[in-house]
């Protein structure tokens, strides 16, 4: 529809991302291990939260990053840190996540309900005990 908004959730959604991209365009702007270092490099969530994007972007990131990689990770810091992961490869991931944005590929959450959804999501982790982590939820052995 014209005026649900949903246009200008994607295009908030596509302004944000490209200012992550630009934020970690280099190889000395991106770190690993820091959100931010005294030098001014971020990671990819401290380039998510300078962005004012984390709940906008961070399933889209998390998708791309699994499309990319073929593995899940349930938190973005545990890609970036991972001893595999290059800059090239976090900058293919946020590219990859801004096209599926522009395409129109993913939903996009606006205003209050990407604090809501974040929240929900927690919560049921909390309650069904599915791990925070990256690792693969145990096997129960049943």
């Keep these: 529809m ?4 949903t246009d200008f959730a994607a295009s908030d959604a596509v302004r944000k991302i490209d200012r992550v991209i ?11 291990g820091l959100l931010k270092s005294a030098d001014g490099r971020r990671c990819i969530l401290g380039a998510l939260q300078d ?3 984390g709940r906008t972007l961070e399933a889209s990131v998390l998708r791309a990053i699994r ?5 899940r990770y349930f938190r973005i810091p545990v890609f ?3 001893p595999r992961t290059s800059h090239a490869l976090v900058m293919t991931v946020l590219r990859s996540a801004r096209h599926r944005i522009v395409a129109g590929e993913v939903a996009v959450p606006s205003g209050d309900s990407a604090g809501r959804r974040w929240w929900r999501h927690a919560l049921a982790r909390m309650l069904t005990g599915f791990p925070v982590s990256d690792a693969e939820p145990a096997d129960s052995g049943s």
């Design 2 to 5: 014209p005026f649900d908004g």
């Design 51 to 53: 962005a004012k994007a």
């Design 80 to 82: 970036n840190d991972d």
């Design 22 to 32: 630009e934020l970690l365009e280099t190889e000395e702007r991106w770190c690993k």
């Design 67 to 71: 499309d990319i990689t073929g593995q």
